[in-house]
Nanobody, 121 residues
Framework: QVQLVESGGGLVQAGGSLRLSCTASGSIFSINAMGWYRQAPGNERELVARIISDGSTKYADSVKGRFTISRDNAKNTVYLQTNSLNPEDTAVYYC???????????????WGQGTQVTVSS
């Protein structure tokens, strides 16, 4: 029983910024990877950014230098700071986490319901 709550999406003009957040709650022993994916109409879901528990990160080439992923382990929250947004960034953004609910249970993957980001030109 793990729940993900996303927030921060909305409508913004080109060049603007948004800060997305995703908080995991429920029965959580540990969280390894946390990340953000996005899916535009007609396209496949793609990785935007990922951060592992040791702090290492990975970004899609299209967002390098513009987006920053971070996490607050005490709050079980992952953030995505999106700067210099352009219309190509328009998509539904999904939070993704890998959670162990106890030391005796394996790691499972969980998804948020998605938050819409729309960038106007």
């Amino acid at each position: 029983q793990v729940q993900l709550v996303e927030s921060g999406g909305g409508l913004v003009q080109a060049g603007g910024s948004l800060r997305l957040s995703c908080t995991a709650s429920g029965s959580i022993f540990s969280i390894n990877a946390m990340g953000w994916y996005r899916q535009a109409p007609g396209n496949e879901r793609e990785l935007v950014a990922r951060i592992i528990s040791d702090g290492s990160t990975k970004y899609a080439d299209s967002v390098k230098g513009r987006f920053t992923i971070s996490r607050d382990n005490a709050k079980n929250t992952v953030y995505l700071q999106t700067n210099s947004l352009n219309p190509e960034d328009t998509a539904v953004y999904y939070c993704n986490v890998h959670v162990r609910q106890s030391r005796w249970r394996p790691e499972y993957e969980y998804w948020g319901q998605g938050t819409q980001v729309t960038v106007s030109s």
